[in-house]
């Protein structure tokens, strides 16, 4: 997995990166049911979680039940002060948009219409089309 660092990227960078992976992938990533940075082996990433290290994902998947219960749904990126500043609510949307999309064959035409109105509400380009 392709690890992004933020800090080198610009916001249209890391939407671009986010919204490639998740229509490339197809799918979200769970376990047992629940959207997570990894998946068990690896294979799945979510939209927020290709800018997560592999120690930083199973950190944050440690502590998302409890994390998630107090902060919400995007509440773990907070946990890495990395992530926060200039790009925290935009990271904080693709997550939401990978989280709250349907399962199952409508999840990734759920995600674009969620990115395309992040896309708006960030002044980014839309640069994307499903495979």
């Known amino acids: 997995m392709k690890?992004?660092?933020i800090t080198q990227m610009?916001?249209?960078e890391v939407f671009d990166a986010s919204v490639s992976?998740?229509?490339?992938?197809?799918?979200?990533?769970?376990?047992?049911?629940?959207c997570k940075y990894r998946s068990k082996d690896g294979l799945l990433v979510c939209a927020a979680g290709i800018f997560l290290t592999d120690g930083e994902a199973r950190a944050?998947?440690?502590?998302?039940?409890?994390?998630?219960?107090?902060y919400g749904c995007e509440g773990c990126v907070s946990m890495f002060p990395r992530l926060k500043g200039s790009y925290?609510?935009?990271?904080?949307?693709?997550?939401?948009?990978?989280?709250?999309?349907?399962?199952?064959?409508?999840?990734?035409?759920d995600f674009i219409l969620d990115v395309k109105l992040l896309a708006v509400s960030h002044n980014l380009e839309w640069n994307h089309e499903r495979a």
């Open 3 to 5: 690890y992004y660092d």
């Open 10 to 12: 610009t916001a249209q």
């Open 21 to 34: 992976h998740v229509i490339e992938q197809g799918e979200q990533s769970r376990n047992a049911g629940v």
């Open 60 to 70: 944050a998947d440690e502590v998302s039940a409890l994390w998630v219960n107090l």
């Open 88 to 109: 925290d609510r935009l990271i904080r949307g693709l997550q939401r948009a990978h989280d709250d999309s349907q399962k199952g064959k409508r999840f990734v035409d």
